[in-house]
């Protein structure tokens, strides 16, 4: 199949294809005469594996970890696991940050509760101060 028949049947852009191909995460294809890519059903699963992985947030070097293993069918997946194992915790720790955040885009929206001129709005004072430590934490909120 054509780059356009592989982007329609996975759902991806070209562009993306063509930038797996250069990250090495997707096998470059056959050309025809006329210089056409022409992909194979192999490159329609490897991208299908991908596109799955790229759909749980996992980075490209996790999928290129994983594509590792997944070429390497009778190696122990030990590795596989602790790969996702850490990107769990990644995960966790990004929702709890994002919790963090949504408290913080509650407490600066409970500032101005009125439409008002701009000059009085609380948002937007409170935007213009200096930022503020998190409860004890010496860091800055950002």
Do not use: W
Not at 30 to 38: E, M, V
Not at 107 to 136: T, V
Request: hydrophobic share 35%; net charge neutral; aromatic share 4%.
């Amino acid at each position: 199949m054509k780059i356009g028949e592989l982007a329609k049947a996975t759902d991806t852009q070209v562009e993306t294809i063509r930038f797996y191909e250069q990250e090495g995460l997707l096998a470059k294809p056959a050309r025809t005469d006329g210089n056409f890519r022409i992909y194979e059903n192999q490159h329609l699963e490897r991208l299908i594996f991908i596109r799955h992985c790229r759909s749980l947030d996992m980075a490209l070097n996790e999928i290129r970890q994983l594509l590792r293993f997944k070429d390497l069918p009778n190696e122990n997946c030990g590795s596989v696991n602790n790969l996702l194992d850490a990107h769990i915790q990644t995960v966790t720790n990004r929702i709890k940050d994002l919790r963090q955040l949504e408290k913080q885009l509650k407490g600066l929206r409970e500032l101005c509760q009125a439409n008002q001129d701009s000059a009085h709005c609380g948002i937007l004072n409170e935007l213009s101060q200096p930022m503020k430590s998190l409860s004890g934490d010496c860091s800055p909120i950002v």
